[in-house]
Structures are given as structure tokens and as C-alpha cells.
């Protein structure tokens, strides 16, 4: 199958400043080697809304060695028109220097308005260099995504410490680039009767040489349950005021068939891991029902859990800023509502 040489000098850079000449909407892949990444998936969907909207085609970069078949014909079944595909034995694994000067060169060749790639630690570590190297503007781990009148990407995020939800223009540059965190957005279901066309490209040597060599790639097992892929989320709040009331918490979750979350407060106490920290300096979660326990639903906290199917929320402030985003709310204290809660649930399955 022929292949397009893709090099430094394959096309010359374009203006960023001349928005006609780029056009269409790029969603970057989360490097993986077995199942279609979950990431991908849900920012293609994304990728889809925005280029509808806009009336272009929707593209989806897939970078990496031995990229299975499945995975290219993924891309398409999951939105996309197009699927631009860069296998080499180079690229196998992830090294940032190198996928940001191959994305940028495809950037420059293909010229696509906006680019959407996942807020992972590779997707963090080669697009700001991407966008310098395109001479434009990049806002990083959006909460929402969407065009305005000017057909211009209006990227959301928080800003000023997280007090804020901030929309963010790039008006006068392409592409318009933006990150979004997993678990932020929700994928379309596979339509495995769409088609789309796959175009595949060789990268030089002048885009794979670099200063580092990968010795060896350790693979690190999560331990315990994995907060991301819970159905059921049990948020420990500082309103929890004692150990006691944490096992209680953790019992509810276990009865639930679920995990513990917990605020930033709890985790700093030693009550929780990190790795169970919802928010904007932890994880992000979709679950199909998040609890939070004297949580007072801060933004920096909240940022993590808008993409709950349910959000219960048990509070003795009637004000707390979590029962606006609620779809229940308990008004009470957690030491007499988590008892009863467990009680109840235990006499059901009796
Ligand atoms: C840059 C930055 C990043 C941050 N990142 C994160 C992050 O990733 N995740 C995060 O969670 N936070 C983060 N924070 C902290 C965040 O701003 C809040 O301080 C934190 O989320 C509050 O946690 P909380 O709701 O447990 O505690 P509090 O705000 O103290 O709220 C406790 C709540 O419990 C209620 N309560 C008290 N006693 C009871 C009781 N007996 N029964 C029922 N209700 C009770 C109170 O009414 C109150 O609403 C960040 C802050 C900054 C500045």
C-alpha cells in the first residue's frame, strides 16, 4: 500500500494568521496498543459535534507501531471521516520530541482549523510543543467545547485558581487547539456501518532522530479498584468528620458494588490516597452514581464530577454549593443519614 513521505519540508508552514487556509477538525489518539482508547472515543465524539456544525470533516491521527487493523477501523466506527494513520518502528514507543515534530509536519501538510488531543501525560507532553511549533494558541484540560456565531471554537475551562469557568477564544490564529481530560466528554456509540477513508503516512528521518532512547517501558499495575472505571463513587467530604465515619463511607461503597472518592481536605488528613482525589488536581470520573458525603461542592472539586450520570449529595448547609448541580439532595447530618443509609440497604437485601 503506498504511503505519503511525510518530512520537515513535505509542505511549507502555512500562516497561522491566514484562517482560510485550514479547514476541517483533527482528534489526536491516545497512544495504545490493544483496545481503542476510551479517550479517543470521547473526544471524537466531540470532534464529530464541532465538524458538523461547521460542515467539514472530522480526521483522527492515529500514531504508533503495529497499529492494529481493529484500531484504524475504530476511529471511523466511533465518528470519523478520515483516519491519518503514521505506523513506524520509531514510533512505537512514545517519545515527546518526536510525535510533536510528526504531528506538526501533518498539521502543516493537512491544515485542519481545530485539534483536539487527550490531557494524558503524553498528550500533556508533546502538544504545547505542537502548538508552538504551529505558531498558535492552546488551551489545556477544557470541561466544554463548542462554535460560536464566528464559526470560532469556544474552549471552557477554570480559571483564576478554579473560581471561574473561563471561555477561551483563539480568534485570530489556527489551528484552534484544546485538550479535554478523560471521562470529561461521552462517546458515541460504535456505528460499525460508517465508512470513512484511511490515508497512511511514512515519517522521515529527520522527524524520528532525537536525543532520547527508550531503554524500557515498565508497566505499572493499578492496585485496588480503579476510581475511573467505577460504577459507583462514594466521595468522602471534610464533613465527615472522623475515621469512624470513612470505614462507614467505604462499607456503603462496598455495598454498592463501588470505590471511595474523596476531596482534596480528606486526602491531605491521610484519610484517603491520592489516587482517589476527585478534581481538578485529581482524577476525573463519570460514574453511573457519585455520593459525596460533606462535600461542599467547591468548583476545584466539582470540575471531576460533572460527567455523574447521578449526583446524591448529603450536607447539613442547605446552601452548599453541591445541591445546585444535586439531582438529590439530603439535607442532614452524614453521622445519622450514612447509618441509616446502610441499614436500609442491608435490610433490602435481607
Ligand atoms: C488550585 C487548587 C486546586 C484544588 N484541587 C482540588 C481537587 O482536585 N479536589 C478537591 O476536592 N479540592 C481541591 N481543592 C480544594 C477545594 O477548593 C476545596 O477546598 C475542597 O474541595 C473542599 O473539600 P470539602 O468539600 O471536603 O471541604 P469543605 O469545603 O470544608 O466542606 C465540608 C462540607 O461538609 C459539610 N458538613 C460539615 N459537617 C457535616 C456533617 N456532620 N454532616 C453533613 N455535612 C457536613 C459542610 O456544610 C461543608 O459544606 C483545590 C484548591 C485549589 C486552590
Not at 478534581?279 to 455523574?308: C, D, E, F, N
Request: hydrophobic content about 40%; aromatic content about 4%.
Amino acid at each position: 500500500m503506498s504511503q505519503i513521505v511525510l518530512s520537515k519540508d513535505t509542505a511549507s508552514p502555512p500562516d497561522p494568521r491566514d484562517l482560510n487556509a485550514w479547514k476541517g477538525v483533527w482528534v489526536i489518539s491516545e497512544p495504545a496498543q490493544g483496545e481503542f482508547p476510551a479517550v479517543t472515543a470521547e473526544l471524537l465524539s466531540k470532534g464529530r459535534e464541532l465538524s458538523d456544525r461547521l460542515g467539514v470533516d472530522l480526521a483522527c491521527v492515529l500514531l504508533g507501531h503495529g497499529l492494529p487493523e481493529d484500531q484504524i477501523q475504530d476511529a471511523v466506527s466511533r465518528g470519523a471521516d478520515r483516519v491519518l494513520v503514521l505506523d513506524h518502528p520509531e514510533l512505537a514507543d512514545f517519545r515527546d520530541q518526536v510525535y510533536g515534530d510528526v504531528i506538526a509536519a501533518l498539521a502543516r501538510l493537512d491544515r485542519p482549523e481545530i485539534i483536539l488531543a487527550p490531557s494524558t501525560t503524553t498528550g500533556r507532553a508533546y502538544i504545547p510543543r505542537v502548538a508552538t511549533m504551529l505558531e498558535t494558541g492552546l488551551t489545556a484540560d477544557c470541561m466544554g467545547l463548542d462554535i460560536n456565531e464566528n464559526n470560532v471554537l469556544v474552549q471552557t475551562r477554570p480559571t483564576f485558581g478554579g473560581n471561574l469557568m473561563a471561555g477561551i477564544v483563539c480568534p485570530a490564529h489556527r489551528p484552534q487547539m484544546a485538550t479535554v481530560r478523560p471521562h470529561v466528554l461521552k462517546p458515541l456509540p460504535e456505528d460499525r456501518s460508517r465508512k470513512g477513508s484511511i490515508t497512511r503516512y511514512e515519517p522521515g528521518q529527520d522527524l524520528l532522530s532525537s536525543g532520547i532512547r527508550v531503554l524500557e517501558s515498565i508497566h505499572e499495575e493499578i492496585q485496588g479498584p480503579d476510581i475511573c472505571q467505577s460504577d459507583v463513587v462514594v466521595t468522602i467530604g471534610r464533613g465527615v468528620e472522623s475515621e469512624e465515619y470513612v470505614n462507614m463511607a467505604q462499607e456503603l461503597a462496598s455495598l454498592l458494588g463501588g470505590c471511595i472518592g474523596a476531596t482534596r481536605p480528606v486526602v491531605d488528613a491521610g484519610w484517603a490516597s491520592e489516587n482517589f482525589q476527585i478534581g481538578q488536581t485529581g482524577v476525573t470520573i463519570s460514574p453511573k452514581l457519585y455520593i459525596g458525603l460533606g462535600v461542599s461542592g467547591a468548583i476545584h472539586h466539582t470540575v471531576g464530577i460533572r460527567a455523574s450520570e447521578i449526583i446524591v449529595a448529603v450536607n447539613k448547609d442547605p446552601n452548599a454549593p453541591i445541591f445546585d448541580m444535586a439531582t438529590y439532595g439530603i439535607v442532614g447530618d452524614v453521622k445519622q443519614i450514612l447509618p441509616l443509609l446502610i441499614k436500609s440497604i442491608k435490610e433490602r437485601r435481607c
